[in-house]
């Protein structure tokens, strides 16, 4: 069996998270991908952090018509900062050591890779998908263990998200539906 992680704050979930989910599901004959919210994001400060159970509740709804996608609330159980490396070894006792796990991340994780918890042993234990952002030149990521995708060029952020929120502004077109009523139902990031 081959697996798909995508973590993060999902602060919301948009459709640049879904796009890649489902473009590395494909590109890589995943059997699933399994989106991960953080407890709390150890590389990232004070952003306007909505709670947990809404972020992956919004999850959720983004997910629902897709049957290759799941979330998995392992990392908010755990609480505390959430640490890739003991999200892959859970899922690897969960799924057994002959499933193959691939981590999608994004070209500025990628980029900051050296600085997280254990990422020795982490790259032992899966491979990396990597969607690099517009303007990629190709040359970083030559070493073993990382793929990384071609895809479309679009810049969709959480950032930009909630700020267009606090600004009044339309979310329309940049997440699914059913999370921007979420958002607007709940108040969020006002």
Known sequence: MKIGIIGGTFNPIHYGHLFIASQARESFNLDKVI??????????????????????????????SNPDFVVSSIELKRGGKSYSVE??????????????IYFIIGMDSFRELSTWKDIDELLKK???????????????????GFHFMEI????????????????????KY???????NYIIEHGLYK
């Open 87 to 100: 999200t892959v070894a859970e899922f690897q006792k969960k799924y057994g050591e002959e499933t193959e």
């Open 174 to 180: 940049l997440l699914p539906e059913v999370v921007e």
């Open 126 to 144: 899966c491979q990396f998908i990597v969607a690099p952002r517009p303007g990629w030149d190709g040359e970083e990521g030559t070493e073993s």
């Open 35 to 64: 989106f991960v919210p953080c407890s709390q994001p150890p590389h990232k400060g004070e952003m306007n952090l909505a709670d947990a159970e809404r972020r992956l509740r919004m999850t959720e709804l983004a997910i629902e």
């Open 152 to 171: 479309p060029g679009f810049e969709i952020s959480s950032a930009d998200i909630r700020d267009r929120v606090r600004g009044g502004c339309s979310i």
